[in-house]
């Protein structure tokens, strides 16, 4: 662990070890709880998360796949069933949708077409978003597809504290919960206490006040979104900043409550813009708050476009905190 | 050498309970096809009609901890393995008394009571799932099988593979029965696969294996008792490709444009029930009066179970929602 423990008590880390400490201490915690996935033992994962787990735990708790994202993701389905508490790892969001039919066909109807015989204690962990240059095929923002999905809970921890914490919440629902983890996060250092433990897994957290106009995002977009409000302070704009974390269920009151003091409102998403997450964001604040709104709704989402290599041509297709500072102008007239 | 235990026992109350259980089955989904003429029961409905004699050759060998996976095609491994004739009916009328509330129907029958794991209607979707309570199990050193239930199309798919090569890497006690009908909704067996003899797959994946005549429930359950026997002492997978064949339409929608009714009417031949009572009678096993006494029997058991379905209530709409999450912060497992 390249942990240094400081005398306030808290811990320099980094999103990856935040992450990598849940795992251990859920291991540690509870003896239904194993981690599964591609290359999650001997490789020590795809993104490092869980370097040095398979010899602390052992190769039942670390359990090493082939590429069977199907099989391995139905496999934990059927273990959660059968009273285990399995971490499915999914090397990332783009190879999901290969397991798509266990998670939506099975994981997210059991309970109900079974008439609530058996629920599925499953937590499916993945990484998410693009900004690492790796094109098309692994660059996706696929966390609103999964939330359009009664039956499942979806989580974006954007925060040291969430990655840290969400995870044993997440393993004490009795229903299926995926998490995503954005790509880019997993190298952010900070400060963390050094007794930080669970975090609720139901409520949007207001990361920075302001009256000026409500900038509503999630996971790796909550630090632009985060800059942008600096940005816009300097021009005497004073936008807060909402982190949804949990994009199933949406926790409409903070949403709205927020909206309803700004009057103002830009989501930031980097899904694509048609049919996303910002899409059904909006459309609640139009319903539950349109008679506060003093500007048209507005989002700063993905381009329409699978993503490229370049970087510059790259950059440009997913939400950046110019685009939300612009947005944010022009919502307030300003632009 | 088959240790005498995987023998079957040739008594007469043992053939008169393997005969029983194949024309309840019968019975039972000719009563379905009834009620659906008259929309009691809706949706997909997919007949057993020829197959049973694999359901009730392999069941009754396993044991009440054991657990089953089994297809959109499963009245008869939900009868065989005891759960109520009268929930049956009931979900099937989509009855909140059914056995999945009403909510899953005639494709999704589960029961907790006795580890029926549910009626999987997604080709090929309830091998992983298998794969999952046989690991649990392993984990929790729960020494029991599980039995999971696919047709030969499920074979195509990719879960199959990734299924059955799983079970051998982490050494899971899955037994694996295919029931081969022959066809694939309408697509027959050669057309979908290079390679038709589908238990030769297995030994790829270095599982055992072996074809059964699965219009045969003594020469299925001898298998049957091979292949559990086989899985539990060895804690290995085991493969039982049963041959048979779909009598009726895929669903109450199919017109069987694929298939000469020629071709029907030879398997109708082969058909199990006749069959082995045609057996059983020569080989004076059972008596000529017998079969009126199981039928009626069987009628009186389906006339309840109708009547208990009919006499069932609708879920109140306000209710539409419940259990898509817990409802409770505990989690319903074991």
């Known amino acids: ?335 | 050498m088959t240790a005498p235990a995987d023998k079957p026992h040739l008594s007469r109350k043992h053939m008169l309970d393997l005969l029983k259980q194949t024309i309840r089955i019968r019975r039972f989904e000719d009563k379905c096809a009834e009620l659906y003429t008259q929309e009691k029961i809706r949706g997909f409905l997919h007949l057993y009609d020829g197959e049973e004699a694999v359901a009730v050759g392999i069941i009754p060998v396993l044991e009440k901890r054991d657990r089953i996976v089994a297809t959109y095609r499963e009245h008869g491994h939900a009868l065989v393995r005891g759960v109520p004739m009268t929930t049956v009916m009931a979900e099937m009328y989509g009855k909140q008394e059914g056995c999945s509330r009403g909510r899953g129907g005639s494709m999704h029958l589960f029961d907790r009571a006795t580890n029926f794991h549910g009626g999987n209607a997604i080709v090929g979707g309830g091998l992983p799932l298998a794969i999952g309570l046989a690991l649990a199990d392993h984990m929790q050193s729960n020494d029991l099988v599980i039995a999971c239930f696919f047709g030969e199309g499920a074979v195509a798919e990719g879960e199959f593979h990734e299924s059955l090569n799983l079970a051998v890497l982490w050494g899971l006690p899955v037994l694996f029965v295919c029931e081969n009908n022959l066809y694939a909704m309408g697509t027959a067996l050669a057309l979908s696969e290079s390679e038709t003899d589908i238990q030769r797959k297995a030994s790829c994946y270095r599982i055992a294996s072996e074809p059964v005549d699965g219009m045969d429930v003594v020469a299925v359950e001898a298998a049957a008792r091979r292949a559990v026997h086989a899985v539990r002492e060895n804690h290995k997978p085991y493969f039982l490709e049963c041959r048979t064949y779909r009598l009726r339409a895929h669903s109450m929608f199919d017109p069987q444009l694929y298939r000469d009714k020629t071709e029907i009417e030879a398997w109708r031949h082969k058909e199990p029930i006749v069959r082995f009572q045609e057996w059983l009678q020569a080989n004076h096993m059972i008596h000529p009066d017998d079969v009126p006494r199981l039928e009626a029997e069987i009628d009186a058991e389906i006339a309840e179970a109708v009547a208990f379905a009919e006499a069932g209530s609708w879920e109140p709409v306000e209710q539409l929602t419940r259990f898509t999450y817990a409802e409770s912060a505990a989690p319903t497992d074991r």
């Not at chain 1, 290969?98 to 609530?116: E, K, P, Y």
């Not at chain 1, 660059?139 to 999905?149: T, V």
């Open chain 1, 1 to 335: 662990m390249q942990q240094e423990l400081v005398r306030s008590g808290t811990i320099e880390i980094t999103y990856r070890e935040a992450v990598r400490e849940a795992l251990r201490d859920a291991i540690k915690r509870d003896e239904r709880v194993f981690l599964m996935g591609e290359d999650v033992g001997r490789y020590g994962g795809c993104y490092a998360v869980s370097h040095g787990l398979l010899a602390e735990f052992g190769p039942e708790r670390i359990r090493d796949t082939p590429l069977s994202e199907s099989g391995f993701t139905g496999a934990g389905i059927g273990a959660a069933m059968a009273g285990m508490r399995p971490i499915v790892e999914l090397m990332t969001v783009n190879f999901s949708l290969l397991a798509l039919d266990q998670i939506l066909n099975t994981a997210a109807t059991v309970r109900h077409m079974s008439g609530n015989q058996f629920g599925v204690p499953l937590v499916i962990r993945m990484a998410t978003g693009a900004g690492r240059q790796l094109a098309a095929q692994h660059s996706h923002s696929l966390e609103g597809w999964y939330a359009h999905i009664p039956g499942i809970k979806v989580l974006a921890p954007g925060t040291l504290e969430d990655a840290r914490g969400m995870l044993w919440t997440a393993l004490q629902d009795p229903d299926p919960v995926l998490i995503f983890e954005n790509v880019m996060l997993y190298n952010m250092t900070g400060k963390l206490a050094a007794d930080a433990g669970p975090v609720d897994i139901d409520k949007a957290a207001v990361r920075r006040s302001g009256r000026d106009i409500s900038l509503i995002t999630y996971g790796g977009s909550l630090w632009k979104t985060l800059e942008a409000a600096t940005a816009l302070a300097a021009d005497n704009i004073e936008a807060e900043v909402i982190d949804l974390r949990s994009l199933r269920p949406l926790d409409d009151t903070t949403i709205i409550t927020s909206v309803a003091k700004t009057r103002r409102a830009v989501i930031v998403d980097e899904g694509w813009r048609s049919g996303s997450l910002a899409a059904e964001v909006g459309m609640r604040i139009a319903e539950q708050a349109f008679w506060s709104l003093d500007a048209p709704i507005s989002r700063v989402c993905s381009e329409e476009v699978p993503i490229p290599y370049p970087r510059h041509l790259e950059s440009a297709a997913i939400p950046q905190a110019p685009k939300i500072v612009a947005a944010a102008k022009a919502a307030l007239g300003r632009a």
